[in-house]
């Protein structure tokens, strides 16, 4: 089955910093993986998609990944915090059993300090 | 063009009660799927309907059911409501039945039981 684990349940950075949330996959196939980003009280954003074209992608808002298979990774970076950034991130997984959903990790609070 | 919508957007129920959440979807859109998400979780997948007919469903006890009508608007129906069923309920459309990778998001209706 496929699964997503995200390493760290809080990431804290200050404004200005780079920004690392860990992504790693299990997947039997070649994976389709995402990243969403949720705000206090509200649904998930897509912050950027791979779907086995360019193992770079970029997203909205800044944000980039960089898919690797050998490390079965889909870190999500950002060179420079806002504080706007602060928000719980999501990596996903896409699996196809006839129709298509999505697997979810657990994942990470972003804080930014001023 | 307006987004996915969600009604109600909050809404407490008592144990053993019977839920009903309404999501609209993009305007060309036919395909809906729902989603659960408990606090300090990711979401959870538990149908996807498209042309009205299920396409998917996660590993929820059938207390759960949905349904999708012509104008390609979904129900969630939650019967003898637990306190576990406490969540944030996601909506999410896209064109195409297999179309995960097209989702949009909805705000979610915040669903508590006490």
């Known amino acids: 089955a496929q699964s997503v684990t995200q390493l760290g349940s809080h990431v804290s950075v200050s404004e200005g910093a780079l920004v690392l949330l860990r992504c790693n996959y299990s997947?039997?196939?070649?994976?389709?993986l995402f990243w969403y980003v949720q705000y206090p009280n509200q649904g998930l954003q897509l912050l950027l998609k791979?779907?086995?074209?360019?193992?770079l992608v970029k997203g909205i808002n800044g944000f980039e990944a960089e898919f690797k298979k050998s490390e079965t990774s889909f870190h999500l970076t950002k060179p420079s915090a806002h504080m706007s950034d602060a928000a719980e991130y999501f990596c996903a997984v896409g699996m196809n059993t006839g129709f298509q959903k999505l697997v979810f990790g657990t994942g990470t609070r972003l804080l930014v300090s001023p | 063009d307006a987004g996915v919508t969600q009604s109600p957007t909050h809404l407490i129920k008592t144990r053993g009660q019977h839920v009903t959440l309404r999501c609209s979807p993009i305007s060309g859109h036919k395909s809906v799927s729902w989603y659960q998400q408990v606090l300090g979780q990711g979401p959870q997948f538990i149908f996807q309907y498209y042309e009205k007919e299920e396409r998917g469903r996660g590993n929820f006890p059938d207390r759960f059911s949905a349904r999708q009508f012509p104008n390609y608007s979904s129900e969630l129906n939650v019967n003898a409501l637990l306190l576990g069923d406490s969540a944030l309920y996601l909506c999410a459309s896209s064109y195409e039945g297999r179309g995960a990778y097209g989702y949009t998001f909805g705000s979610g209706t915040r669903l508590t039981v006490v």
């Open positions: 997947s039997s196939v070649p994976p389709y």
């Open positions: 791979y779907t086995s074209a360019a193992t």
